[in-house]
């Protein structure tokens, strides 16, 4: 039974490219919720979504990121003309349903870093 | 709103000893708080949850956590500490009246350090 799988595991990419990380959730999970983590710091919320729907972005910088999650395939968090503040470990953890009392499962992350 | 603190940067214990790493929560109705642990370089790996009922939860590796509803703190416990476990802790919380109920805060982290 495989767990959040992410997709890269390191991306390196220059100022002014694009950035695709990519989240396949859990078996039977519908919930995908990213999370990105900047060195020496905390878990910082980025964005809630189930399938075909964005249900929080509040945590998503208003421009340059945006996330999916379609009806088939993985969800993709995609960062567009990357600044060198964009690296950062970035985390997918998927749950089976909205509701609250579940844990999350989580993916090892994809380590992005712009040169 | 919902938000976490974990006081402690850092925890130092000898192995064998108790270990408490601290843990404080706000949400504007009842809160779902959990812990997880990550090691170097992985994800997040849950460890225990508390919903409701009991306020002494047990959780994976011999974890364990108190819900303190007037003190508003969930603090992780073990009574006697690995050097394995030494990682990153989070404390997180969700507010079970919040229309977005998926969405989960998580605190700075405080890293545990076990000697031997």
């Known amino acids: 039974n495989a767990g959040v799988m992410q997709n890269p595991r390191h991306l390196v990419r220059r100022r002014g490219q694009e950035a695709r990380l990519r989240c396949s959730p859990m078996k039977g999970h519908s919930h995908v919720y990213w999370y990105r983590q900047l060195p020496e710091e905390g878990l910082k919320f980025m964005v809630y979504?189930?399938?075909?729907?964005?249900?929080?972005e509040s945590g998503m910088p208003k421009e340059r990121f945006s996330a999916e999650f379609p009806k088939e395939g993985p969800s993709i968090l995609r960062i567009q003309q990357v600044v060198r503040g964009d690296s950062a470990a970035y985390f997918c953890?998927?749950?089976?349903?909205?509701?609250?009392?579940?844990?999350?499962?989580f993916g090892s992350g994809t380590r992005l870093t712009v040169v | 709103a919902q938000s976490v603190a974990q006081p402690e940067d850092q925890v130092n214990v000898a192995e064998g000893n108790p270990l408490t790493v601290k843990c404080t929560y706000s949400v504007s109705g009842n809160p779902y708080l959990f812990w997880y642990v990550q090691y170097p370089n992985r994800g997040l790996q849950f460890l225990l949850k508390?919903?409701?009922?009991?306020?002494l939860v047990k959780g994976s590796y011999g974890f364990e956590a108190e819900f303190n509803k007037s003190q508003t703190s969930f603090h992780l416990k073990k009574p006697s500490a690995l050097v394995s476990d030494s990682a990153l802790y989070f404390c997180a919380v969700r507010d079970n009246g919040n229309t977005n109920a998926g969405k989960s805060t998580f605190g700075d982290g405080t890293t545990l350090t076990v000697k031997p």
């Open positions: 508390y919903i409701t009922g009991d306020n």
């Open positions: 953890a998927s749950s089976p349903a909205g509701g609250a009392g579940y844990g999350y499962t």
């Open positions: 979504l189930q399938k075909e729907n964005i249900i929080d």
